[in-house]
């Protein structure tokens, strides 16, 4: 996963990344705030497990 760049290569603006009890990372992105256009990809949370 490509976590680098602009939707739909990367996902965008990271807001917020946290770690979950099973050693998961859980992140948020934040590409609808309100500046510029809304990519089709819109907001996403993802799971990031190794």
Do not use: F, H, Y
């Amino acid at each position: 996963m490509v976590l680098r760049g602009e939707p739909p290569q990367g996902l965008g603006r990271l807001r917020e990344v946290v770690m979950g009890p099973d050693g998961a990372l859980w992140l948020t992105t934040s590409n609808c705030d309100g500046r510029g256009s809304c990519p089709p990809e819109k907001d996403r949370i993802v799971r990031i497990v190794r």
